[in-house]
């Protein structure tokens, strides 16, 4: 690798690594300033003490955050509610945690900034002379159909926790009112900046500092033990080295060599196929830079390949920067969700919803 490599390289992923440092302190000082108790109280008493309205009505946040704020943001922000929801309620945790960890992979086709996989193919298809419009338009039928696949399939394999009714505990203990104010408002102004376009490693770096700042002010005590997952990010690092110094020798060329041409159902499922086991190998995006080439200039080839890396990732912990976020989120709630479980269950999710998503885009193109 030279020495322009290896900064074009850096160049592309510092805000990923920055983002994932600083989304994940603004987390977790949102969490000991008390807003996703608070927030999981709420969402507890909208349910009316009905188990399946709780669940719909935290899926389809789940759902609407995922498509307009980003898959990213839905595991930082929503992971915690959730958690927090279930352990004031009595429920099982995986039920809320799997749910949301699922639908940020599965629901982030249908707009380009759902997922950053998306932006790099709207970036192609303008090149090809398509736009926005052309994207949504191509990729809302399959984006349904990953949606639903999935909400159904979380329903059936936690129907028992959907069973019955539950009693709504007390509000949150009492917390800083400044403290607790001004990071809920920090946690509201994310989603629309990243959807407005602004650079998210700039908001997470800023909405960090200024928690941070908030939080020495008003209660030293909060910042002890602050975890920064230096580890995950190495680790994230390490695996996308390697995966493009790979591709300088050719890795394009031998995982591309046996994908069939055309726009064909076979041919979709391949490319979509393709795209998710790549996903779970090394991560869903410099997987989608590998085969983007494969798409050979095909919208219906590109959106198949979106489907593979976006709805794909679900079978091991680092097939998603999403996936991670949720690991970390997880940990800090102390809650641990056996991968002997996940793994089995995400590979059962990601095999049904692909493949009926890339269908779905074969019948729709």
């Known amino acids: 690798m030279t020495t322009a490599d290896a900064l074009a390289l850096a160049e ?6 920055v983002f994932l440092l600083a989304i994940t302190v603004t987390a977790e000082l949102a969490e000991r300033a008390g807003v996703f108790d608070v927030a999981g109280h709420g969402v ?4 009316g003490g009905r188990r399946w309205l709780l669940w719909v009505l935290f899926a389809g946040l789940a ?19 959730g958690l927090a929801v ?19 992979n599965t629901g982030s086709l249908l707009l380009p900034v759902s997922n950053l996989t998306n932006l790099l193919a709207l970036h192609t298809l303008e090149s090809d002379g398509l736009g926005h419009g052309d994207y949504v338009r191509m990729a809302w039928v399959p984006a349904l159909v990953a949606v639903v696949v999935t909400l159904v399939l979380v329903a059936l394999l936690h129907r028992r926790s959907l069973r019955g009714r539950y009693a709504v505990d007390a509000p949150p203990e009492p917390h800083d009112l400044v403290l607790l104010r001004v990071a809920g408002v920090v946690c509201i102004v994310l989603g629309p900046l990243f959807a407005l376009g602004a650079p998210p490693w700039a908001v997470a770096l800023v909405s960090a500092g200024l928690l941070l700042a908030v939080t020495w002010r008003r209660d030293r005590r909060l910042l002890r033990g602050l975890p920064v997952p230096w580890a995950m990010a190495a680790g994230f690092v390490a695996v996308s080295v390697v995966v493009d110094v790979l591709q300088r020798h050719g890795l394009a060329d031998l ?9 064909g159902a076979g041919a979709l499922l391949a490319l979509a196929g393709a795209g998710a086991g790549l996903s779970n190998v090394v991560n869903n995006l410099p ?28 079978v091991t912990p680092w097939a998603s920067l999403a996936t991670l976020l949720w690991i970390q989120r997880c940990r800090a709630r102390g809650v641990s969700i056996s991968w002997r479980w996940l793994a089995p269950a995400g590979l059962l999710c990601a095999v049904i919803v692909v493949v009926s998503s890339a269908l779905a885009l074969s019948v729709a193109g």
């Open 12 to 17: 592309r992923l510092g805000p990923v690594v």
């Open 44 to 47: 507890a008493r909208l349910g």
């Open 63 to 81: 759902v609407v955050a995922t498509i307009v704020l980003s898959l990213d943001t839905t595991a930082v922000l929503l992971t915690p509610v």
């Open 86 to 104: 279930a352990a004031q309620v009595g429920l099982d945790p995986r039920l809320l945690a799997v749910t949301t960890l699922w639908i940020a």
């Open 255 to 263: 995982v591309t060599r046996g994908l069939p041409d055309g726009t």
């Open 287 to 314: 997987a989608y830079l590998v085969l983007e080439p494969a798409a050979g200039g095909s919208a219906a080839r590109l959106l198949a390949l979106l489907v593979g890396t976006n709805a794909g990732p679900l």
